[in-house]
């Protein structure tokens, strides 16, 4: 049973890097895209990018280019690097693995969720 | 930009049959969106329920079934049981744009 836990601060100063790390557990990165959603306070999820295992990704265009996800296959973990924060940007984090073949598409295993504020 | 519609809110009695519905701004869901259902509980993160369309998680509930209705995406909860409250989103594929998840329905058993 593959599990996915996400890790980092959980306070940023406006207008710096937020980072986090999901680590895999039960399983290999390999093989499957890697995704970030997000959920602010009282609101819906928002999908904010994904990262095929070797490094091809695809981001959501509502957030104009702050936003990175890769993966590393030796520790088996993938990241999230969204620039030049707001306090729009205080959410609950979500990583999520998405199963892709041929007729489908799945976002099926996620983690329990970090909950990141942006404040001074 | 891509908007997905789902109805904010219903409510179901106990043992009844609600459809909940996924609508995209660009036009008719088809099974080329590879739609996609959670359910999240508060508190709770979101829980895969179904995908592709129809397609179940061995973890799905028999009663939780989905398909495409009048050019929507749709999720019937037949016999509905009381730990089914809860909000329920869905979400549409877009090819190269990635992905969109809908604004989410606050089902309430009542």
């Known amino acids: 049973q593959v599990q996915l836990q996400e890790s980092g601060p959980g306070l940023v100063k406006p207008s710096e890097t937020l980072s986090l790390t999901c680590t895999v557990s039960g399983g290999s990165i390999s093989g499957y895209f890697w995704s970030w959603i997000r959920q602010s306070p009282g609101k819906g999820l928002q999908w904010l990018g994904y990262?095929?295992?070797?490094?091809?990704?695809t981001y959501n265009p509502s957030l104009s280019g702050r936003v990175t996800v890769s993966g590393d296959t030796s520790k088996n973990q993938f990241s999230l690097k969204l620039r030049s924060v707001t306090a729009a940007d205080t959410a609950v984090y979500y990583c999520?693995?998405?199963?892709?073949?041929?007729?489908?598409?799945?976002?099926?295993?996620w983690g329990q969720g970090t909950l990141v504020t942006v404040s001074s | 930009q891509t908007v997905v519609t789902q109805e904010p809110s219903l409510t179901v009695s106990p043992g009844g049959t609600v459809t909940l519905t996924c609508a995209s701004s660009?036009?008719?869901?088809?099974?080329?969106?590879?739609p996609n259902w959670f359910q999240q509980k508060p508190g709770q993160a979101p829980r895969a329920l179904i995908y592709s369309t129809s397609s179940k998680y061995s973890w799905t509930p028999a009663r939780f079934s989905g398909s495409l209705l009048g050019g929507k995406a749709a999720l019937t909860l037949s016999a509905v049981q009381p730990e089914d409250e809860g909000e329920y989103y869905c979400?549409?594929?877009?090819?190269?744009?990635?992905?969109?998840f809908g604004g989410g329905t606050k089902l309430t058993v009542l």
């Open positions: 990262t095929f295992y070797s490094g091809s990704t």
């Open positions: 979400l549409l594929y877009y090819g190269g744009a990635g992905v969109v």
């Open positions: 999520a693995r998405v199963s892709v073949d041929r007729t489908s598409i799945h976002f099926d295993e």
């Open positions: 660009t036009g008719p869901v088809t099974t080329n969106y590879y």
